[in-house]
């Protein structure tokens, strides 16, 4: 999808220090953060950590989604020994030295000792505070000391779908530059973010009786239906702007001065 190149952009930019990514569901954050691992096996050798929320979740993310993608790669394929021992249950040893590790944001041990230059939270809105012996910290605290010993070399990211304001993922974003996609409008050209206010149904229609193609999506601007085939030109035009940066809703030229906080 054309919003997840600056996803990408941004994780695989050595001096970016944290991303934290909050969607909706289904947009395809966690393919973003595979082909972010995929990216650092063949271009920034190093150890990687990856946290879900159960071990179910990261064994069928690394197992079922992650090694496919390997496999089917000629460069990373060629550093997959396929010696039994360097593919454990919790961590994937390869050739040029990346080691892959996994944890669960329920559990505390799994995301203590080893150092680790990447670590990467999915679903982080589903990871349960730990417990009190622990000070009721949360799985993305014990991840970010992890990264320590690589310093300013170290990388953090985390992903969701958040549900209440308060929680960790959401307060990450918060202390960040906050950025959010822009679009413009395939007839007036006006630049918005795209809202769920926008969605426009029949008046009598319930939750029983509504069908997806009666719903449609209308411009802020000039109110107009947006048209199915024209939402993937419009997303190709769009870009990502900081909350603190202007943005010419006309023309879509926004301040030269961007943060550099993703």
Not at 198 to 206: E, G, I, M, N
Not at 239 to 251: F, M
């Amino acid at each position: 999808a054309p919003y997840t190149r600056e996803w990408l952009l941004a994780m695989s930019d050595r001096s970016v220090r944290q991303v934290t990514l909050i969607t909706s569901t289904q947009v395809g954050k966690s393919t973003a953060l595979m082909l972010r691992m995929c990216w650092g096996i063949g271009c920034d050798p190093s150890p990687m950590l990856w946290v879900g929320p159960r071990g179910t979740d990261v064994a069928y993310m690394i197992r079922r989604r992650l090694e496919p993608i390997m496999r089917g790669t000629p460069d990373l394929a060629r550093q997959m020994s396929g010696v039994r021992s360097d593919e454990r249950k919790d961590e994937i040893a390869l050739l040029n030295g990346s080691i892959i590790y996994t944890g669960t944001g329920r559990s505390a041990a799994s995301l203590r000792s080893k150092p680790i230059k990447v670590a990467i939270g999915d679903e982080v809105s589903d990871w349960p505070a730990l417990p009190k012996k622990h000070e009721g910290a949360h799985g993305v605290r014990l991840m970010r000391e992890r990264l320590r010993t690589w310093g300013s070399e170290a990388q953090l990211i985390i992903a969701t779908t958040p549900t209440i304001e308060h929680e960790v993922a959401w307060q990450e974003f918060l202390s960040s530059d906050r950025r959010r996609f822009w679009v413009p409008c395939p007839r007036c050209g006006a630049w918005q973010q795209l809202a769920e206010s926008q969605l426009r149904w029949p008046k009598d229609a319930t939750h029983e009786t509504l069908e997806l193609s009666t719903v449609l999506y209308v411009c802020a601007g000039c109110g107009d239906p947006i048209l199915d085939g024209e939402k993937l030109p419009m997303m190709q035009l769009g870009k990502w702007v900081p909350e603190a940066v202007h943005i010419d809703t006309a023309t879509g030229q926004v301040d030269d001065h961007t943060p550099g906080e993703h």
